[in-house]
């Protein structure tokens, strides 16, 4: 019987825990403790995180500051992006990208997702683009993958910069290169539940150095406007260096959590036909059709939560609950509405775990799917 209804929880412990405590992060704590760099303007840490982004990522320049959010309105000012110009993203996104488009006076244009991923569909940009258009956002949300090759090449033809924004999945490959690395600027987060966690901040990664050096001078108000601490830059360097290896036992368990699922209606792994790609997995992301399984996708996230299984809605998509004199709608929405309804998303820290951890997930979906038409009585 699923916990929802009385029955034992899978996993009454509840979820695993985030961040892990590292032993090295402990120890980064105290370096930057007994040097004094914990309580600096200027220190060690954050040139030598920026140096070892710039490294690990392969390119020129790397700028942190002190959100993921920030990052991005940093970007579309260095990019000279401002009042009266258009900018594109799709219609299902972090609404902090669409807000950070409105804090330059500029306007979203929203462009469609792919049926089979839900991320950006780079044939939908030709119909979104206008005479406004100034720049493109591309985010790899939930496991997917924007093929970014197709989105460069039609950048590139009509002088369009972009925003490859890869918050969810540092150190993923796409089409060969690292995410964050394909656009003229790559978007990092290091928010509390981020892969890379410093509870807050964010880093933004470009090959340009004029591009670079006015998203520095953007950041500044007399003194740093939102910079990342020495502490917070001190912890991000050993996960940095674990990274590569986290990402692959996430990868490995997301097969095994596709595995267990097989068979089970209404709910399928987000898929990806971009090639030579390894996607990052922050909230794994699943298409679920209420019908299909027999339960209202509200019940069903209540349910997998009683059995200890960190499941949650997606985002909103970002025309909804919108005035339309806020955005452009590039054509149609229809997937786009689609995610609104039907993303399901794991939390992550459940991958790191063992694979008997990861193989409590499918019992527990299928103990939920077994007694939908109980649950759905619910008051």
């Known amino acids: 019987m699923p916990a929802l209804l009385g029955g034992p929880a899978v996993r009454p412990q509840g979820p695993p825990e985030w961040p892990v405590r590292d032993e090295e992060v402990l120890q980064a704590l105290e370096e930057a403790y007994r040097d004094g760099s914990w309580g600096k303007y200027h220190g060690l840490y954050v040139p030598r995180l920026e140096e070892r982004l710039a490294q690990y990522h392969g390119v020129e320049h790397a700028a942190v500051c002190a959100s993921g959010t920030f990052a991005v309105e940093l970007a579309l000012r260095a990019l000279k992006v401002g009042p009266g110009d258009e900018v594109l993203l799709a219609a299902y996104d972090y609404g902090g990208n669409f807000l950070g488009v409105h804090a330059l006076g500029a306007r979203p244009v929203l462009v469609d997702v792919a049926g089979g991923n839900w991320n950006l569909d780079p044939g939908q940009l030709a119909a979104a683009v206008g005479p406004a258009t100034r720049a493109v956002i591309v985010s790899h949300l939930h496991g997917g993958v924007v093929p970014m090759q197709e989105v460069v090449a039609f950048c590139a033809a009509r002088g369009l910069p972009v925003i490859e924004d890869a918050a969810q999945c540092p150190g993923a490959l796409i089409q060969g290169r690292k995410a964050g690395t ?19 901040g964010g880093a933004l990664l470009t090959r340009q150095r004029d591009v670079a050096h006015r998203a520095r001078l953007g950041a500044i108000r007399g003194n740093h406007l939102c ?122 820290p459940v991958l790191l775990g063992t694979p008997a951890e990861v193989e409590e997930v499918a019992p527990a979906i299928r103990k939920i799917h077994a007694q939908a038409s109980q649950i759905a009585q619910k008051p």
């Not at 394909?182 to 981020?194: A, C, E, P, R």
């Not at 290896?245 to 997301?254: D, K, L, Q, S, T």
């Open 182 to 200: 394909w656009g003229d600027v790559g978007i990092l987060s290091f928010g509390g539940s981020k892969l890379l966690s410093a509870g807050r």
């Open 227 to 348: 910079p990342l601490s020495e502490l917070q830059a001190a912890v991000l360097l050993p996960q940095l260096d674990k990274l590569d290896e986290r990402n692959a036992r996430r990868a490995a368990h997301v097969q095994v959590l596709e595995k267990g699922l097989q068979g089970i209606p209404g709910i399928r792994l987000l898929r990806n036909e971009a090639q030579d790609s390894q996607p990052g997995y922050y909230k794994v992301g699943f298409q679920f059709e209420s019908s299909r399984f027999g339960l209202s996708r509200e019940w069903f996230v209540a349910a997998a939560r009683a059995e200890g299984i960190a499941l949650d809605e997606g985002f909103r998509a970002l025309q909804v609950g919108r005035s339309p004199a806020r955005f452009r709608a590039g054509g149609s929405l229809a997937e786009a509405e689609r995610a609104h309804h039907g993303m399901v998303v794991l939390h992550h």
